[in-house]
């Protein structure tokens, strides 16, 4: 594929420019963008964005660096939408913009040289973590420079699933299928085991196997890689098809991923073969967190007197709009203290790979949400996405590490009351 | 995609962007060359990082087009733009562009409607939105020192921790800035009851366009002109404010907000017209017609009846009892067959999304298409019904969709036009239903902006509500600060070379035609002589001076018009007090303005505005004054505001003449604004003079704060309250228990201050410069509590003097006491 000239305009989708067509500048979304909230410049906020790209679009502006760097400090969390009073889908004409910028083939948009490598990687289950094993022994070796950002992303503890109580069957609730995700199978197995243990003991009926998925695209098109993106979701839902019943709930510990899987439809719409099935694929997907309180039987759980917030992931909040769940849940466990931030519903800066291109301002996104965690004396901070879990991980540490970071599943099975099922005492 | 042209690696001129509206008579309004050579941009820019560190000067095309535009759509790129973080480095910057000779526009988060921050002749935008500092709530004097880049919504999360509030709330107070609030003099639902943002700003800070730091004061004395209330509302067009002290209130004891649907537009224009005639005074009075519900329930599902016709949003605020009988009048003044439903909010929640529904009507017209053009025309409050049947007829009689939302308390109407900037015959029927829409309010004695600004959108349009000198004397008040017209050309005024061409507007014949003669023989006489000309009322507390002719409006009286549902009224200055006051008691109405003597004229306590008792209720003297004519130094019949509550077309030069002594011309008519009669005020007296002041503090952050406290020696403390079985006092704190002591003197006073005599001694007019107002506390001599010295600002003094040259040129006019 030979790159368009840096001269042409911005080449968008349809559905891109429609989404332009909505946009009256109103302002609501720039209160919502944490780059925008970070810098205070007009450049760095959605509704800039946006008119920059549309300028770009028609001609009136230049395809460069400078657009380029513009549009690479999003982070793509799209509070905005949440926001847009107008219901702009602002993450379809960013994904359009990007994915014409990386035809061009110029290095604008992904600065860091390991990412792509990375991004291929997470596709491959075992070799990936393999990668993360080797990844940090080499931590402590001479690495150059352009290295060293990568490794210290990598996971501060070697995880290892532990043993925990089987998974007890059941056959009357419905039908879940647990989607392990490629980073959170990668680095947090445990996390994703916890999971699974805690909604099979919520009355889920587990179905299928869980191993060897590849990724779901969402790291993909998040740089602009839309048409890999494409092909990720096809294999998914094409796996899917086979071997599911149509109503089985398709339930991710990881924010971003679900988010990207309940997209589907909208990412293959103008996919004939694939529009139907995306579509119903979608609106299968659950978080981990909506999943369990929907279950028939409510567990019950017991905190230790710790100080917990909650770092929600962005896109399990402004993309799949299942953000209420986890707070609602941690609202009810007596004995732990649960402090509702202000920023709790903000990205952390995480961004997918956002914090290996960006790590300057992704390091200054989260420092305001530990500030705001520090003030209240927060001792556990509750992640429901693998990107977050590194990035706040990274973030502790570099503040001194009082506060645990800890997956949402994690917790709760450590909180999990077992052995005391409602059912069993009232039928006593 | 097609627009889009082919092109080479430079940007296409802006004049040939997608969607430019053309605005012919905008090419005269650019003093400055628009062909600067381009060197001399470079120039600028290299001299201004000198100035600002790193990164906060940017030249580059990304950046210039992200400050080309705000929310009405067009873009007109800046040459350059800078974002301080420091106040101190505004001044320099301006400085440098004056000596470059370039425009300045200096912006907040661009929410404008009208085209307000559209840079439209390039040059150099100051944005100022990172200006945060200071932040400082005072919440024992009730107000706020703030950078102007603070948000509004900010500053009331602030505010609330404090127990306390910021009355202007504009639909973009999430992101609107206190500094664009100021600039817009911005409204919103709740300045129905509590004001807009002009009643709550107390002092701005800042810079000429030269670059001189400024520092402008509400007058504490009566004779300085009340540039602040001047600067509110300009538009960004006469200075760079980058600081301001703001009053803030006590949050009040809890609200109520209810929904109310109605079959037709009609219905709830009635509705509302009863709301305020029945003197109910809500804290917001919305409304919403049938396809704004459809629109704003497609995306807020904020769970309006999408069945009905219009429906009005209420909020009431005040003690529960208060709510809970005010509510029940409500559901009783709005009952009618045409009424569908009638709803309360049970929770903060469901509150906060009937109200999101209202707030989110802007954005989500963008459905229908990303440019809307809205429109902002105020009228009389009965006029409401009228007003919204010519709307639909003028927008049918062009073939356009209107759908409106309106501030239905303050008579102010949106009526929203969605259009298409390409479609060159749909951009002729909309200027054309605009033109007529806004002739419709003008001629109902309404304004054509109320609180979104004229911008760009409006400016051609002023001469329907002004003659050439009324627009004279706003652009000598634009000289007055700005002599280059540099700051923010092309908005708010008209300053371009076509005023001679605006028709005189016709005038009323009757009496005040003879008084204006009568004024401009006086002048002409004086002007022979050599002599000043002294204006006097009833000659009471000054006597005219041997060596001024004197001009009486002793003879000048009667009422113009009593609008009893508008609460409003106007009347010849030469009336007095006491004959006002008599001619309102039938309609339960009164001028909230407490004379010394009520033989004094209402020209004279006008142009006098001494210290205002009750300032903290009703407010200060300048917020009962919607209006004046009057005749000039030069001969000149002005006439500026409209018995409206909202009205922000060009600057607020009522304000200048509250207060002015006569110094700038002689009033002839004032229009006042009215409210329902308060039966009789509740004195009580405090009885331990050391704790005075924080009594008085004390009783003012009750949610039910007194209309008056006056703290005096010998006297003591004396509050008004106008219902002594209200809870003030019951809730402080032991320091403050002197209140309950307070309450326990409390005795029936028998009737208003100003009926009872002086015997509780106000500032008299001599010696009222010792008094002082604190948080709406009076402060006499004595309490420990003496007046701060401020310095005088040779700045701001030598502004007063320009803009007393704006008037009277040859210094005729005497001045004095009234």
Known sequence: ?428 | MAEAPQRSGTPAPASSWHGQVTRPHLADMAAVPADVPPARWAQLGEQLTHILPRGQVLADGVSRLAYSYDATGERRPPHLVVVPTHADDVGPVLAAAARANVPVMARGAGTNLSGGTLPLFGGVVVALQRLTDPGHVDAEHLQADVGVGWVNAALQRELARNGLFYPPDPSSHRISTLGGNIQENSGGPHALRYGVTESHVLAVRGFLVDGTPVQLLRPALPGDWDLVGVVTGSEGTLMVATEATVNVRTAPAGTTTALLAFASVAAACEAVARVVAARLNPAALELLDRPSIELVERFAAAGYPTDAGAVLLVDLDGLPAERAAALAALDTVTRADARLTFQTADSPAAAERLWLGRRAAYGALAQVSARVFVQDVTVPRPQLAAMMDDVLAIAARWRLTVLTVAHAGDGNLHPTIAYDPSDPDEMTRLGGADREILAAAANRDGSITGEHGVGIDKLEHLPLMYGPSELGAMLGIKRAFDPDLRLNPGKAIWTGPGLAAVPERTRRCGPDQAWRDEACAVLQQAHQMGAVVQITGRAIRSAVDSGALPLSTRTWTGIQSIDPDNLTATVASGLSFRELDRLLFPHGLEWAVDPIDPEETVGGLVAGALPAWREAGPGPVRQQVLGVELVDGTARALRFGRPVLKNVAGYDLTKLLVGSFGRLGVLTTVTLRLIPRQPLLWRALATEPSALAGAAWASLQQPNRPEAVVARPGQLLTAWVADPGSTWGASVDDPRAVLASLLAERMHHGGRFHRSGRASGPPTARGWDLWWPLGGVWLGPGTGLERPAVPADPVAEQLARRVRDVFDPDHLWRGGLP
């Open chain 1, 1 to 428: 594929m030979t790159g368009t000239t840096c001269d042409a305009p911005l080449a968008l989708s349809n559905a891109a420019v429609q989404q332009l067509g909505h946009c009256n500048k109103c302002g609501f979304c720039l209160p919502a963008c944490p780059t925008y909230i970070e810098t205070g410049l007009e450049v760095h906020s959605p509704r800039g964005r946006l008119s920059l790209m549309e300028a770009a679009w028609r001609g009136e502006l230049s395809v460069d660096q400078g657009l380029a760097d513009a549009l690479s400090l999003c982070i793509g969390c799209r509070a905005c939408e949440t926001a847009c009073p107008s219901g702009v889908h602002y993450s379809t004409v960013l994904e359009a913009a990007r994915t014409d910028m990386v035809r061009r083939r110029r290095r604008w948009v992904i600065p860091a040289p390991a990412a792509p490598a990375l991004l291929r990687l997470v596709r491959h289950r075992r070799v990936f973590r393999a990668a993360v094993r080797l990844g940090r022994a080499a931590r402590r070796l001479p690495l150059p420079a352009s290295l060293t950002p990568l490794t210290a992303m990598l996971p501060a503890r070697v995880d290892t699933p532990r043993a925990g109580a089987a998974p007890r069957a059941s056959r009357s609730g419905p039908a879940v299928h647990f989607v392990d995700t490629c980073v959170m199978a990668a680095m947090f197995p445990t996390a994703n085991r916890d999971a699974v243990i805690l909604l099979s003991a919520a009355g889920a009926h587990l179905v299928g196997a869980p191993k060897s998925e590849g990724c779901c695209g969402a790291l993909e098109a998040h740089v602009g890689h839309l048409e890999t993106a494409r092909q990720l979701a096809r294999t998914q839902v094409a796996r899917w098809e086979r071997h599911l019943a149509p109503d089985t709930w398709l339930v991710a510990h990881s924010g971003g991923c679900a988010a990207m899987m309940a997209d589907y439809g909208r990412l293959l719409g103008d996919d004939e073969r694939w529009r139907e099935p995306a579509r119903h694929w979608a609106a299968q997907v659950r978080d981990f967190a909506t999943a369990l309180a929907a279950l028939p039987s409510s567990l019950r759980f017991r905190g230790t007197g710790a100080r917990v917030a909650l770092q929600n992931s962005c896109h399990l909040v402004n993309g799949l709009h299942q953000g209420g769940a986890p707070a609602t849940l941690l609202a009810g466990i007596p004995g732990d203290q649960f402090i509702p931030l202000a920023g709790q519903d903000r990205c952390c800066g995480a961004g997918g790979v956002y914090n290996l291109n960006q790590p300057a301002m992704a390091r200054q996104v989260l420092a305001r949400h530990l500030a705001e965690g520090e003030r209240a004396a927060v001792n556990v901070w509750l992640v429901n996405n693998p990107g977050c879990a590194l990035h706040l991980e990274q973030g502790v540490q570099a503040l001194g590490g009082r506060a645990r970071v800890q997956h949402l599943a994690t917790y709760l099975r450590e909180r999990w009351v077992d052995k005391a099922p409602q059912d069993f005492s009232q039928e006593g």
